[in-house]
């Protein structure tokens, strides 16, 4: 999509017109304001943020994608186990203290790491591996 000038990072416009109860507009400083009120006679360009592409996830597939991981605390939901940290790992999942936990199953249940991340890969929509942040 092309960058239209006057037009802030992180949004979008939607049209030119009269801006409605509770729709972005850009004031006279081009910066986004809420209408908190209806407006009567106006020309104004009317905006929409921007929403960054959801990251999606999937299962480790391997022991090389769950290698960065190795050293931080499992939390899994609705198990007897409440947090595991792994003390070996390889292609098909985890060891904990008495147990083997695929990495497929762990997934499923939601299983997330300590910090919150999801228990998997972090990828966009359309395929891309994505390390840290999302963009």
């Known amino acids: 999509m092309e960058k239209i000038e006057g037009i802030p990072d992180g949004w979008r416009l939607v049209r030119i017109g009269t801006p409605l109860h509770k729709e972005w507009f850009l004031d006279s400083d081009t910066k986004p304001t809420l209408a908190n009120f209806d407006f009567s006679k106006c020309c104004l360009a009317i905006v929409e943020r921007i929403k ?67 228990f998997g890969v972090n990828e966009l929509p359309f395929g891309i591996k994505v390390s840290g942040r999302v963009w």
């Open 52 to 118: 960054p592409p959801e990251p999606t996830y999937r299962p480790f597939a391997n022991a090389a994608e769950f290698e960065p991981h190795r050293d931080k605390w499992i939390c899994i939901p609705r198990k007897s186990v409440n947090k595991i940290k792994a003390i070996a790992y390889d292609d098909q999942g985890i060891f904990s203290f008495k147990r083997f936990w695929g990495y497929s199953p762990m997934f499923d249940c939601g299983a997330v790491f300590k910090d919150g991340t999801r």
